[in-house]
């Protein structure tokens, strides 16, 4: 039984993975997905949501170094609001934008699971810092380690997730160096 497809640096863009999507969306067995460094635009983050649904068994999708700005984010945190599956979400080095990040750590405040996020290299900044203070003050949120360095985060943003750190008791990892 196949439950891992790992895929990376392959040039897949969005019309090859619309076709992998005619196989992927009635699976049932695949947990990790890796299309990590590849050619993935804001449409394949629309497809790949598809697969984020309610009765979705995926725990783990990477999706670094590909090319998903600001409205992928938004597709991805749609998706996340009705997942009850993935653990791990990585979507560094993409183009999200503060916008981006928002809307997807917006997704996460009805989200029990994902405890791994990593959004880093991706032109965050006080939007996101904001949301992700806000989620963090949420008792449903299970993050426990999360990686938003080398982005556009300043002294003032710092201070506002630090705050919100010190009362959260289940984040034991955060990055945001640089």
């Known amino acids: 039984v ?15 993975l619309r076709q992998l999507m005619g196989g992927l969306i009635n699976n049932s067995t695949i947990t990790h997905l890796d299309f990590s460094h590849n050619k993935i635009t804001n449409h394949g983050a629309r497809l790949l949501a598809k697969l984020l649904g309610s009765r979705s068994v995926l725990t783990m999708l990477n999706l670094c170094d590909n090319q998903i700005h600001a409205e992928g984010g938004r597709y991805l945190g749609r ?34 699971s994902l405890q791994l996020l990593n959004l880093s290299s ?3 900044a006080a939007e996101t810092t904001r949301s ?10 299970a993050l426990v380690a999360v990686d938003m360095s080398n982005n556009e985060i300043d002294d003032t943003d710092v201070q506002v997730v630090q705050d919100v750190v010190r009362e959260n008791h289940s984040v034991t990892s955060l990055d945001l160096r640089n």
């Open 79 to 112: 998706a996340l609001r009705r997942n009850e599956s993935l653990i791990e979400l990585n979507m560094r080095l993409n183009r999200l934008t503060d916008e981006g990040g928002r809307m997807l750590l917006e997704g996460l405040r009805d989200n029990g």
């Open 2 to 16: 196949l439950t891992t497809l790992v895929l990376p640096s392959n040039l897949i863009d969005d019309d090859l």
């Open 132 to 141: 992700f203070a806000s989620l963090l003050k949420n008792p449903y949120c």
């Open 122 to 124: 991706n032109s965050l």
